[in-house]
């Protein structure tokens, strides 16, 4: 079963656009997003074996790291870029955000949401950080190094004069009440589409 943020992508995106993946893996998703909408798609990653692995299932990847800047990409090149959970492992995530909405018509962002009740009870109640089926990694072997939270990624977008069309923060398969009212505080996981604006 696909990552909810992933099907939530793919609605967001419409048919027979081009698509930019940002830390694409395997090309598992853009394979399904070719089938599903059509779509031109080109993704980007940095670990051979998922640049191989995405090869393999006939996905466009060249291999480049994000963090070093996306300079080779000319504006308004692609209808959507995409980075789905992977802003908490980048090194610069305010720099990506704003190359992703120069090089794209819009982008979807998607992140886990350190903000989340589960995670403020573990920490607040047992002192460690949280390890969850989300967030499966120790504090000493996780890939995320800056850790966002729903309100914190409305500011900066905010700051860097970025508007968001939509949203959707959930937890699970689809949103629920608690998810409408507070969504910082019981939402696990974010999706954005933005643009500049």
Same mark, same amino acid.
């Given at each position: ?10 609605? *967001? ?9 940002? @830390?694409?893996?395997?090309? %598992? ?69 704003? %190359? ?16 989340? *009740? ?5 920490? @607040? ?13 120790? *504090? ?17 977008? @905010? ?39």
């Amino acid at each position: 079963m696909m990552r909810y943020d992933l099907t939530r992508i793919m609605d *967001w995106v419409p048919r027979a656009s081009r698509v930019l993946d940002l @830390g694409c893996g395997d090309g %598992e998703f853009l394979a399904q997003l070719q089938t599903a909408r059509d779509v031109e798609a080109l993704g980007i990653e940095l670990d051979i074996n998922n640049i191989t692995a995405a090869a393999r299932r006939g996905i466009s990847v060249i291999q480049q790291d994000m963090d070093r800047g996306l300079d080779n990409f000319p504006n308004q090149s692609f209808d959507i870029v995409v980075l789905a959970h992977a802003l908490q492992v980048l090194h610069r995530p305010h720099s990506v955000l704003e %190359e992703m909405v120069r090089i794209g018509k819009e982008a979807i962002v998607t992140f886990p949401n350190f903000g989340h *009740w589960r995670c403020r009870l573990h920490l @607040g109640l047992l002192g460690r950080m949280p390890v969850s089926r989300l967030l499966p990694f120790e *504090w000493y072997d996780t890939p995320n190094i800056h850790f966002c939270t729903v309100t914190d990624f409305e500011a900066l977008c @905010g700051q860097m004069n970025i508007a968001i069309l939509d949203q959707d923060i959930v937890t699970g398969p689809r949103a629920t009440i608690l998810n409408s009212l507070a969504p910082n505080l019981f939402g696990s996981t974010a999706i954005f589409r933005i643009c500049k604006q």
